[in-house]
C-alpha cells in the first residue's frame, strides 16, 4: 500500500479526489474522502478503534468496537466524524499517524495465538465471531479499500 500511495507525486498528495459523476461509485466515501490525507487518517482512526477496543478488553473493561452512540447500522455518522476531525491534519502528520498506528496494530496481531485470533468466541467480547476479523476489517479489508480508492484516483488524473 505504501508503494501505491508513495507513487503518488508529492504535490498530488493534496489534490481534491474527482470521481465525477460515476454512477458505479455509490457508496458514501467516494464523496467523503476528498484527497490521500482523508483516506490515510481514515485507516489511522480505525486501528485507533481496534487498539482501544482490545487494549480495554484485554485488560477487564468492557467496551464495545464502536464508541456510543454508533452501531454497526451508524458507522458511516462516525466515519463523518472522524473526516471532520481530521480536515486541519497536514499529510505528512496523518502519513506518520498511519505508519505509527499500523506498527502498533501489528504487534497487537502478533501477540495472539492462532487460536486467539481466529477460534470463535475465543473471547467473550468478541460475540459470535473472532478477533481476527476484526484486525482484518482494520487492516487489510481497509486498506484494500484504500487502494481502490488511490488507484481510481490515479486513473482519473494520470
Known amino acids: ?68 452512540p454508533f452501531t454497526w447500522a451508524t458507522y458511516g455518522d462516525m466515519n463523518v466524524e472522524f473526516w471532520k476531525k481530521h480536515q486541519s491534519t497536514p499529510y505528512d502528520e496523518a502519513a506518520a499517524l498511519l505508519r505509527g498506528s499500523h506498527a502498533q496494530v501489528m504487534t497487537l496481531i502478533e501477540s495472539f495465538s492462532n487460536e ?16 481476527g476479523s476484526y484486525c482484518i476489517s482494520a487492516t487489510a479489508s481497509h486498506y484494500d479499500w484504500a487502494m481502490k480508492k488511490i488507484k481510481q484516483y490515479i486513473r482519473r488524473n494520470g
Open 116 to 131: 486467539e485470533l481466529f477460534e470463535k468466541k475465543h473471547f467473550p467480547w468478541t460475540g459470535t465471531t473472532n478477533v
Open 1 to 68: 500500500m505504501w508503494e501505491l500511495i508513495d507513487s503518488v507525486p508529492s504535490g498530488a498528495q493534496s489534490v481534491v479526489f474527482d470521481f465525477g459523476d460515476d454512477p458505479k461509485l455509490k457508496e458514501a466515501h467516494w464523496k467523503r474522502d476528498k484527497n490521500m490525507r482523508d483516506v490515510l487518517v481514515h485507516l489511522y482512526e480505525w486501528h485507533q478503534l481496534l487498539l482501544g477496543w482490545a487494549a480495554a478488553n484485554l485488560n477487564g473493561d468492557s467496551k464495545p468496537f464502536l464508541p456510543a
